[in-house]
């Protein structure tokens, strides 16, 4: 069936049975390389819920800050003084918002869970930053469509996941384990993504990447 063909991150019809691990179906997209649990194998919400809230984002916690910063430094700067941005999946505790606001930039909260106004959705930004989101995603299509619409042109796509790297240890690797990741991406998945939209990409740092929209007057990058 065409359904179960499809990747849910590109949404071409190139996705076919990568593995099972633990009861748990696995599909590999041949187009765009990422990896995805069969949709009808994802928790429930309230388990998913559940799951989240045992999560331990302190934003007080230095160590989560300097995890935080290998996302937040590059994306500092790239960014103009004040800029209006999005903490996107923030979690409960949504530390690198605090980050970006001591450093001057005014930051909005969505999380589905946490944070669930939809008001900030209906706004465009000068940056947009995920980390550890993106794995969540159930549909990452469209999930990276709406962030085109709500960048401004020369607007950052700021995102942290841990990348794939190999293959044959995805059975015993440690993101896998965690329930709530569905979704895993290469470097290249992602740089695939940015072709999609005609954004740049660059990866400033291990499991890092940043996606810029064409600032005005600038040609979106080719396919």
Same mark, same amino acid.
């Given at each position: ?60 916690? +230095?160590?989560?800050? @300097? ?9 500092? /700067?790239? #960014? %103009?003084? *004040? &800029? ?17 606001? +001591?450093?001057?930039? @005014? ?9 669930? /106004?939809? #008001? %900030?959705? *209906? &706004? ?17 299509? +469209?999930?990276?469509? @709406? ?38 991406? @290469? ?37």
């Amino acid at each position: 069936m065409a359904s179960a063909r499809r990747c849910i991150v590109c949404n071409r019809c190139s996705a076919a049975f990568f593995a099972r691990v633990d009861g748990l179906d696995y599909r590999r997209c041949s187009d765009c390389r990422a990896i995805f649990l069969n949709p009808d194998q994802r928790l429930s919400p309230e388990a998913e819920h559940d799951r989240y809230r045992q999560h331990r984002n302190d934003p007080f916690d +230095e160590n989560y800050r @300097r995890f935080l910063s290998k996302l937040a430094d590059p994306l500092l /700067d790239r #960014t %103009p003084p *004040g &800029a209006r941005g999005l903490d996107y999946g923030c979690g409960p505790g949504p530390a690198l918002a605090c980050m970006l606001r +001591e450093a001057g930039h @005014r930051v909005s909260l969505y999380d589905p869970f946490f944070f669930p /106004d939809p #008001t %900030p959705l *209906g &706004a465009v930004y000068d940056f947009i930053a995920c980390t550890e989101t993106i794995e969540h995603f159930y549909q990452p299509a +469209e999930e990276f469509a @709406r962030f085109d619409r709500m960048l401004r042109p020369g607007g950052w796509l700021a995102v942290m996941t841990c990348f794939l790297t190999d293959e044959a240890r995805f059975g015993s690797w440690h993101y896998r384990r965690d329930p709530t990741h569905v979704v895993f991406y @290469r470097g290249a998945t992602l740089r695939g993504i940015a072709r999609r939209f005609g954004w740049s990409c660059e990866i400033p740092e291990k499991d890092v990447a940043l996606m810029q929209k064409p600032p005005p007057g600038q040609a979106a990058s080719a396919f």
